[in-house]
C-alpha cells in the first residue's frame, strides 16, 4: 500500500485530519496509477503509430484500418478498472456520508453560513437546540438574524471561526445568505456547497488536532479570492472549555450540564 501512495506523496495532499478520509485517499491513489498508466502506454502507443506509419515507409495510404482488435480490448479493459473504481470504491464512500448520519448526545452540530465575502457559525449552544433564525431580523449585531425571543436560542451563540472537537462525529449544517458558496475543508476530505433558501448537512470525525484554512469553493463574486477562513480542531476538554466560554452568561448560569453538540435542534428550522 505504501507504493500505491507514491504518486499521492508526489502530487502532495493535504494534511489527513479525518476518520473517513483516508478512504477518499485510497481512492485517489486507484485514480492517480490509472491515470499514470494510461498516459504512458498511450504515448508509447502514440509515438510508435508516428514511427511505424511514417510517410518514408508507407507511401500509400492503407484504407482498410487497423486490423487487429487489441485495442478494443485495452479499452474493455480501462472500463471495467473505471467501474471498479466507480462502483467499488465512490459509491460505498457516497452512500456512507449521505446515509449514516450520527446521531447521540455527544454529536457537536455548527450552522455555517455563507455570504459575501466570509463565513459565520452558529452554535447551539449547551442544550442542543438551535434557535429559529429570520432574515429580517439580521443586523450588525445579530449577522444571522437569530430570534433571540425564542427560547432555545437563549444559549445560542456565533462565531467567526469553525471550532470542533478531536475523536468526536461532528455535523455541520451549511447554508447561504447571498449567492452560492461553498465550504471546502481540505484536511477532512470534505466540502459542501452553500445554496441561498436550502441547507445540506456534512458530517465527520476529526483525529487530529491542528488550526488549517477553510476556503470557498465556488466561484462567488469579486472577493472570491479572499473569502478564507480557519478552523481548528481542539482537544475534547479545551472543546468544553472554549464551548462554555462562549456560551451566554445568563444561559451558561441556567445550564448544568457540560456543552455537547447534540441532536434535539433543527438547523432548517427558521431558515
Known sequence: MHYLGLLNEMIGLPELASEHGSMVDHMLEMVHWLIAVLLVGWSCFFVYCLFRFRKGRNASASYAGVRSHASHHIEIGVVLVEAILLLGFAFPLWGQRASEYPTGPDVVRVRAVGEQFKWTMHYPGPDGKFGLVDPYLMSGDNPLGIDREDPNSADDFVFTELVLPKDRECIVTVTSKDVIHNLHLLPMRMAQDAIPGTVADMWFRPTKTGRWQTICGQLCGA????????????????????YKDNTPAAAADEEASPPAGGTGGDPEAGA
Open 223 to 242: 472577493g472570491h479570492a479572499q473569502m478564507v477562513g480557519f478552523m481548528e480542531v481542539m482537544s475534547g476538554e479545551d472543546f468544553d472549555a472554549w
